[in-house]
């Protein structure tokens, strides 16, 4: 059964930082470029980072430079790195597997910045 499990998200003053982590399960986590998506009430859900199968990473211009993502496939886990967050940054961060046309979703984190 494939599982992906979002974890970390919260209430964070501006200027705070996060660390996002998505636990996957059930399917060759190695093999697959994995992304984060946000989505904002009332909004489109946006690509916020990119990280393929070898370590190659790309980001939305919006947070290029305060974020960061990586993974470690020994634990079958994608991370991202939330600093200098600020309101705007407030949504739900879904994390996503993709290789081939196997396409992967986890349920949600809401991250909220206010003061």
């Known amino acids: 059964q494939v599982q992906l499990v979002e974890s970390g998200g919260g209430l964070v003053q501006p200027g705070g930082s996060l660390r996002l982590s998505c636990a996957a399960s059930?399917?060759?986590?190695?093999?697959?470029?994995m992304k984060w998506y946000r989505q904002a009430p009332g909004e489109e859900r946006e690509l916020v980072a990119h990280?393929?199968?070898?370590?190659?990473?790309n980001y939305a211009d919006s947070v290029k430079g305060r974020f960061t993502i990586s993974r470690d496939n020994a634990k079958n886990t994608v991370y991202l790195q939330m600093d200098s967050l600020k309101p705007e940054d407030t949504a739900v961060y879904y994390c996503?597997?993709?290789?081939?046309?196997?396409?992967?979703w986890g349920q949600g984190t809401q991250v909220t910045v206010s003061s």
């Open positions: 059930g399917f060759t986590f190695s093999r697959y470029g």
């Open positions: 996503n597997a993709l290789w081939i046309t196997y396409n992967y």
């Open positions: 990280i393929t199968s070898g370590g190659t990473t």
